[in-house]
């Protein structure tokens, strides 16, 4: 029906509704009031798709969407609103879809667990830039130590690898690091040692912990990913035929913005508004949307009322305590009143005096 259209229309445009032409803003809040019941989806079509990537935002008032688009054209795939990122709410995603040949996370809280048992067979790349983010959030922007300097300097170089030759060197390089500065990673801090201060981080019961903490910590994420073999799927000949993105700026760009920026424009709408509003955001990005038309149910603009099941009182009902919700619970301390018993609020000014 033309309200759904004129609502969607406004969604995804820039305008207030004050700029909308031929209506007024309540005017247009009330013809389309119904049209907020009608929930949009994207069908799965059970294709199996070259690269798909994954990503979750957290929205204001807590919910988190997770989105799926194809990582080749980046149409949306699907979406799941959660309360938070976890392994359930990624397996909720994920599961519609049939296992593609590569997907491209961010390595989001219960991501990788998702995957490995519900596509244990999909190559999983994991994005260069988030992986250089985590890794400078350890040895920050001007390390102290000369490891740190050498392990920025090498995580830095990752996103510079183009082809197998220089992937093999980069490996090379932090098996280096590793030798070299083994020491430096495994040095331990004695609880009982002279001086010793101990670190958020330790536990509190903890004996020792480790000096470098962070240095450590940066440099186990990339041997981690770097044996899994997350860190140049990219590269790999069995998927030359399509080439695989290395990183998700595809859908940090395309779609996480997007979302964003309508959320911004549209700002003030109540929470499952706006939720709505991003559902149709995502639904007209997908692969040929479904007329919106075809949506619509005689529920969405004739919602069933609430059946009221009518109950017998009994004479039993009726209590006779004093209750608070009729207003006759005792009241304590001075309630406005001075210690002498009269009121200490200010009499109303009589308007017809004088």
Known sequence: MWELNALVTWLLSKNSQQQLEGWSA????????????????????????????????????????????????????????????????????????????????????????????????????????????????????????????????????????????????????????????AERLNAKTLADAEGAVRPRHARVNARWWYTHYRLRRGYKLLERLARDGHLFTFLDEQFADFGPSRTTNRIEGGTNQPVRDLLYQHRGMPSDHQRRAVEWLLFMRSNRPAPIASLIRPEHWQPAKPVIVATEETPGDYGTEITIEEGLATRQGWAGKSASGFTTRRPRNNLYDG
């Open 26 to 181: 309540r005017s247009f809040r009330r013809a389309t009031s119904w049209c907020w019941n009608v929930e949009p989806t994207v069908q799965v079509t059970g294709e199996v798709y070259d690269e798909v990537q994954l990503d979750g935002m957290r929205l204001a008032g807590g919910w988190w969407l997770l989105i799926a688009i194809d990582g080749i054209t980046g149409n949306t795939l699907g979406w799941q609103w959660a309360g938070s990122e976890n392994e359930a709410a990624w397996t909720a995603l994920i599961s519609r879809f049939p296992p593609p040949r590569v997907t491209v996370t961010d390595g989001g809280t219960g991501l990788q667990a998702a995957i490995s048992k519900t596509w244990p067979e999909t190559a999983i790349q994991r994005c260069l830039k988030h992986v250089q983010r985590n890794v400078v959030t350890q040895t920050t922007l001007n390390p102290r130590l000369d490891a740190g300097v050498v392990l920025l300097a090498l995580v830095r170089a990752l996103l510079a690898v183009t082809d197998l030759d220089h992937a093999v060197k980069w490996l090379a390089d932090l098996s280096t690091f590793k030798t070299v500065f």
